[in-house]
């Protein structure tokens, strides 16, 4: 079974120029997750979707970030314009949808890391 | 909201030993879901075991277990016989429905 995708791996800009990530979960999950981690802290969710519909974007800062999961399945992550504090490491998860009592995993791609200068 | 908090930002740990990370959580759901997670230096994040909060019986996983005591909201990983690959940060998150939280983390090293 293939896992979760993340690209790039890597990326550096300036601040105020913008970036896009993308993620494509595990096929079958219906649940996406983008998380920010900054170094030296735990991850922090930005946005969760259900299919293509969003759960949760509460921690979002929506006059920067925006995310979009069109058809369900893959999702894009963009940044416009870039700040400082935004350098991070942007992590992608995907699960299968809860099913009664039973928790649910998440799997996480292996995240890019974003610097920006 | 729920808050995580791991109070061990460094631990080590000898090769074959045992080692116990700590973590404590705040919650007013009476449904929720903890797990510890592993990030190796390659930043994969992996689930390393998961406990329902209606189970009394702590789970076990091979080497992993944990100690869920519910009433005093700690829920902390044991990880025996103590082998290079676990060196990693390790994660202690909860979940309640659609929500997951993190702590901050704690580095294991293993020394040879």
């Known amino acids: 079974e293939a896992g979760v995708a993340q690209s790039p791996r890597y990326k550096i800009i300036e601040k105020r120029q913008s970036v896009a990530f993308w993620c494509n979960p595990i096929?079958?999950?219906?649940?996406l997750y983008w998380y920010q981690q900054i170094l030296g802290q735990g991850p922090k969710l930005l946005i969760q979707?259900?299919?293509?519909?969003?759960?949760?974007d509460s921690q979002l800062p929506k006059d920067r970030f925006s995310a979009e999961r069109l058809k369900g399945v893959d999702s894009t992550l963009k940044i416009q314009p870039a700040k400082l504090e935004d350098s991070a490491v942007y992590l992608c998860?995907?699960?299968?949808?809860?099913?009664?009592?039973?928790?649910?995993?998440?799997?996480f791609g292996p995240g890019t890391r974003l610097t920006v200068t | 909201a729920q808050t995580v908090t791991q109070s061990q930002p460094e631990m080590s740990v000898q090769e074959a030993e045992t080692v116990t990370l700590s973590c404590t959580y705040d919650t007013s759901e009476s449904d929720y879901y903890l797990f510890w997670y592993k990030q190796p230096p390659s930043r994969q994040m992996i689930l390393v075991i998961r406990q329902e909060a209606y189970k009394q019986q702590n789970a076990t996983e091979n080497r992993f277990s944990v100690n869920f005591q519910k009433a005093a909201k700690s829920f902390s990983l044991k990880i025996s016989d103590s082998q290079l690959g676990d060196a990693a940060m390790y994660f202690c998150a909860s979940n309640t429905g659609n929500q997951f939280y993190f702590g901050t983390g704690t580095s294991l090293t293993v020394i040879p």
């Open positions: 998860a995907s699960s299968l949808a809860r099913m009664g009592s039973l928790p649910y995993e998440q799997y």
């Open positions: 096929s079958g999950h219906a649940t």
């Open positions: 979707f259900q299919n293509n519909g969003v759960v949760d």
